[in-house]
């Protein structure tokens, strides 16, 4: 009975120190999306910039690798024995990835946009006690094109 409460208690414990790290990140994510509001990331290839204007282009990159925390592991585990959406999963994707354009724009000082951005993300697994793959971390990669004007 010990074991279990203890269990349940780290548990608990889990959840509470993963949702506040959680909620954390998105207020920090949402700061600096709107310092970054000003700089176009589209996935359009001039983004409405004449070529005449452009003085000088060069890539601009920004990646991100968050982990999942025990508990939401532990959920998704059990969302997988019986089937549906893994939510957990989602916002562990879509923070990795706005975080990757963020760090990508960070990279973009003084452009008037980034164009052709692309983002990819891969997992990066663990193998478990009987040898089958678990995802521990998600990586996101973001880039693109950062187009900087002419002085005139």
Request: charge should be positive; include cysteine; proline fraction near 2%.
């Amino acid at each position: 009975m010990t074991n279990l409460i203890i269990f349940l208690s780290l548990m608990v414990l889990g959840y509470l120190a993963g949702s506040w790290a959680e909620r954390r990140h998105y207020r920090s994510i949402a700061q600096r999306e709107a310092q970054w509001i000003h700089l176009p990331a589209v996935t359009l290839p001039q983004a409405g910039i004449a070529p005449g204007t452009v003085d000088h282009a060069h890539l601009v990159s920004g990646s991100a690798v968050i982990s999942i925390d025990y508990f939401k592991r532990f959920l998704a585990g059990l969302r997988n024995l019986f089937g549906g959406t893994v939510r957990s999963y989602e916002t562990l994707i879509d923070r990795a990835r706005r975080e990757a354009v963020l760090r990508m724009k960070a990279d973009a000082v003084g452009a008037a946009a980034i164009v052709n951005v692309r983002i990819e993300t891969s997992t990066i697994g663990g193998h478990g006690k009987r040898g089958n793959k678990s995802t521990t971390c998600l990586e996101a990669v973001a880039y693109g094109t950062a187009l900087y004007l002419k002085d005139r």
